[in-house]
């Protein structure tokens, strides 16, 4: 899956970035430092089944620390966006289509307010007018394409069929579009909007097929009640606080092994020498930690968990010893969609397995289920197929 970070230009998104996925970028204060797109990976972090099991994982496709799963991540990064920005203000719309790329969006703006919507430096800034402002931008842009394709939509019968034709590179499901039509009141057959109509199913669309997280992030510069302030002025929205600047800032110590620090926790550890400067700062980092956290690790795993709402799932060869066939102990997880069969487990696996499969065993409880048994979060899975793997 990809996540996208999205937002204003100046609000943190880049430094969030390094945070997730530690890769360096460029990262100043001032707008449109990001100019391409940056790509990387991240990981969501769950516990992970070896001690439910008894046993220790050696894993292949991801991470296991302290018995906390890793499962790698997509990211991407675009470039801030402004008022305009459909209209190819600022970065333009090259950069609405790399985001048009994820699955769910993570929208970082500035809780300490001192950001004004085109990332210059301000007295105040209401960071909840911002959120409105870049949801529009987006909207707005993927209106306009359906008004540029709205002759030729207009001509079939089947809108869905002719709407799934306009969207399916940007990762919008039939599904999603069924259901965005019904909730903006819109008829299924001859289209022909204009645009108040676009607009309306754009909205609703993007809400099915974008969903987004509201990272307020500089959340340690920002005053009492802010986040509670951005919730109540735009309802209906999830919202975290977090500081990407002292989370890779501890990334960056845990790396030089000044620390002993997991993504996520509420503490760390000062390992090594440390001048009395480094020493002042992993202080003041560590009383932050205690109080809330960085909120980073957490805005990952709400996005991947909460809102996708992935399954964690281990598949084995041997039940009994929760292997592959190399011998490695619970070496893979997938993040599988809620909802998802056996099946849809083996065509992660391979085509071919998924295709010649006959059934599955549940290895927890050595039991035989059959393809279309409904995978739960955390199930070990042998696939049972004709195909030789």
């Known amino acids: 899956m990809i996540i996208g970070i999205i937002g204003g230009p100046n609000k943190g998104k880049s430094t969030l970035f390094s945070a997730i996925t530690t890769i360096d970028v460029n990262i100043a204060n001032y707008p449109f430092t990001t100019i391409k797109p940056n790509l990387g990976v991240g990981y969501a972090s769950k516990q992970c089944v070896e001690k439910e099991l008894g046993v220790k994982c050696t894993p292949r496709n991801s991470l296991c620390k302290d018995g906390t799963r890793l499962i790698p991540v997509n990211v991407i990064d675009v470039a801030g966006l402004v008022p305009g920005a459909h209209m190819g203000k600022g970065m333009g719309n090259q950069f609405l289509n790399d985001l048009m790329a994820a699955d769910v969006l993570l929208q970082v703006v500035d809780a300490s307010c001192k950001t004004d919507a085109n990332g210059n430096n301000v007295e105040y800034s209401d960071p909840a007018e911002e959120i409105l402002m870049v949801r529009d931008e987006i909207s707005r842009w993927l209106a306009g394409i359906l008004m540029r ?24 499901k039939k599904e999603q579009i069924e259901k965005s039509l019904q909730k903006a009141s819109l008829v299924s057959s001859s289209i ?29 510069r920002a005053k009492e009640g802010v986040l509670d302030d951005i919730a109540k002025k735009i309802g209906n929205v999830n919202v975290i606080g977090c500081s990407a600047a002292i989370e890779l800032a501890l990334r960056k110590a845990e790396n030089a092994k000044d620390i002993e620090y997991a993504p996520g926790s509420r503490s760390l550890k000062v390992i090594g ?117």
């Open 149 to 172: 394709q709205m002759q030729k939509i207009s001509k079939r019968s089947d809108g869905v069929s002719a709407l799934c034709d306009v969207l399916s590179s940007f990762g919008i």
């Open 192 to 220: 022909n909007w204009g645009e108040d109509d676009a607009m309306a199913f754009a909205s609703e669309v993007l809400k099915e097929s974008k969903p987004m997280l509201v990272v307020a992030n500089k959340i340690d």
């Open 273 to 389: 020498e440390v001048s009395a400067e480094k020493a002042n700062a992993l202080k003041y980092m560590s009383g932050f930690l205690e109080k809330s956290g960085t909120g980073v690790q957490e805005a990952i795993n709400y996005a991947v968990f909460g809102i996708m709402q992935k399954l964690t799932i281990y598949p084995v060869e041997d039940e009994n010893k929760y292997t592959d066939h190399s011998g490695k102990i619970l070496p893979d997880v997938f993040l599988i969609d809620k909802g998802s069969k056996a099946v849809s487990l083996a065509e992660k696996i391979h085509s071919s397995i998924a295709k010649n499969m006959l059934y599955a065993i549940d290895a927890k409880r050595k039991m035989r289920v059959a393809k279309d048994y409904e995978l739960r979060d955390d199930d070990v899975i042998k696939i049972v197929s004709s195909a030789k793997s």
